[in-house]
């Protein structure tokens, strides 16, 4: 049970699912391409507290190489919620993912001309709170929770937890948690991503992620 509910979103917890698609979307329309982003822009290894087996890709790489299939919900224009895209094409960026204790954590750190208006994405969110999914890995129930966001002079920012279960799962079967934070300003988007039972401080860790991001960014 565990393993079909991993299957039907090892995508959501990774980078290329942190990207949009053609189509019906919450994003701004395409732009030219933003100016690039150096690996000096993500947090350094040492700072994500016991990380291990960190796999570092290019953005624009990771969207062209990615998986399109696209899922069947029963809630229109639900897609990118469940899916956790955040970025569309034509962005430029970083970003990693690494093994911690629990589950992995993930960081992306794009710019672009039209970043994603958070706020839109945290009202979507509310609309979109229980949907399911059924797509080639099986059906699975998206339970979406946003949060308080953390406070961050000069930016937008958004918290929420995604809760994947099977349908008519027991109760106390806890299913597949995603959290997600993202901060966004000007041309700028940082996004945090932690799969299963992590318990990091996931806003901490996004406010250090866009400080860190401030200095090579030249912001």
Aim: glycine share 10%; with cysteine; hydrophobic share 45%.
């Amino acid at each position: 049970m565990a393993a079909r509910i991993r299957a039907l979103v090892v995508s959501a917890a990774a980078v290329a699912t942190i990207s949009g698609t053609p189509g019906e979307s919450i994003q701004a329309a395409p732009a030219p391409p933003p100016p690039v982003v150096p690996e000096a822009a993500l947090l350094p290894p040492e700072t994500v507290p016991h990380a291990s087996a960190r796999d570092g890709f290019d953005v624009a790489s990771a969207l062209s190489t990615s998986d399109r299939r696209e899922s069947r919900v029963d809630v229109g224009g639900c897609e990118d919620v469940v899916h956790g895209r955040l970025v569309g094409d034509g962005t430029a960026g970083q970003g990693f993912q690494s093994a911690v204790p629990g589950g992995q954590v993930s960081e992306l750190v794009a710019r672009m001309t039209n970043p994603p208006d958070l706020a839109a994405w945290a009202a979507q969110a509310g609309r979109c709170s229980k949907v399911t999914v059924d797509d080639a890995a099986g059906t699975a129930v998206s339970t979406v929770t946003v949060h308080p966001a953390p406070v961050v002079p000069g930016a937008k920012s958004l918290s929420y937890e995604q809760l994947l279960t099977l349908p008519g799962q027991p109760p106390e079967l806890p299913g597949l948690r995603l959290r997600t934070v993202a901060i966004a300003a000007d041309d700028v988007l940082v996004v945090l991503r932690d799969a299963g039972t992590t318990g990091l401080d996931l806003d901490a860790l996004a406010v250090d992620a866009w400080r860190h991001a401030a200095g090579p960014l030249g912001r």
